[in-house]
């Protein structure tokens, strides 16, 4: 019996798949990264298909109001692109640029556990939400937390976000657990 030590792969969404945009097969897609358009650097895409990851060729893309649209090779037909709708658009990890030091994905931030600087759970981060003036942490109480409470959170380092540590992953925030 031989053991598999490697990790899986890891991988981040990108952005998805909504609607058809014209009559040639091109499709609309609503993108998570910031800029909008660096999506349209990675090559290739994954999708999820049958429970594994195949790779989509982007035949072009561009920004379209407040959006992107893409062409798919082999998508040629509004129908076609329908059947995309809904699908997210990942790539492995690894293709990420590297960020400078104190610099974060928001998927390294989703899933750490937040304590106020005293040491109280305040719960995990579920998810970002970016806002006018400054990104928000959705933080969601849960059994082991002060209580089961969502809490928004500021994302301000050095003002609200005081640690963040990926290895152990834990946040500690000047936050108050009342708020």
């Known amino acids: 019996m031989s053991v598999n030590s490697e990790q899986p792969e890891q991988y981040v969404v990108l952005g998805r798949f909504t609607s058809p945009y014209g009559v040639k097969g091109w499709i609309k897609v609503h993108s998570y990264t910031?800029?909008?358009?660096?999506?349209l650097n990675y090559s290739p895409w994954l999708v999820e298909s049958d429970g594994q990851k195949v790779p989509v060729k982007l035949?072009?893309?561009?920004?379209?109001?407040?959006?992107?649209?893409?062409?798919?090779?082999g998508v040629n037909t509004?129908?076609?692109?329908?059947?995309?709708?809904?699908?997210?658009?990942?790539?492995?990890?690894?293709?990420?640029?590297?960020?400078?030091?104190g610099e974060y994905y928001w998927s390294q931030l989703e899933n750490l556990l937040v304590y106020t600087e005293s040491g109280v759970l305040l719960g995990r981060v579920s998810h970002l939400m970016e806002t006018?003036?400054?990104?928000?942490?959705?933080?969601?109480?849960?059994?082991?937390?002060?209580?089961?409470?969502?809490?928004?959170?500021?994302?301000?380092?050095?003002?609200?976000?005081?640690?963040?540590?990926?290895?152990?992953?834990?946040?500690?925030?000047?936050?108050?657990?009342?708020?």
């Open 132 to 179: 006018g003036s400054n990104d928000v942490l959705v933080v969601k109480g849960n059994a082991e937390s002060l209580d089961r409470n969502e809490r928004l959170i500021p994302w301000l380092p050095d003002q609200v976000v005081k640690e963040i540590d990926l290895d152990a992953g834990t946040m500690r925030v000047d936050w108050d657990p009342d708020f």
């Open 34 to 39: 910031d800029p909008m358009e660096n999506m």
């Open 59 to 73: 035949e072009a893309g561009k920004r379209h109001g407040k959006g992107l649209v893409a062409k798919l090779a």
């Open 78 to 101: 509004p129908e076609e692109a329908r059947l995309w709708h809904g699908r997210e658009i990942v790539v492995p990890k690894s293709e990420l640029p590297d960020l400078e030091t």
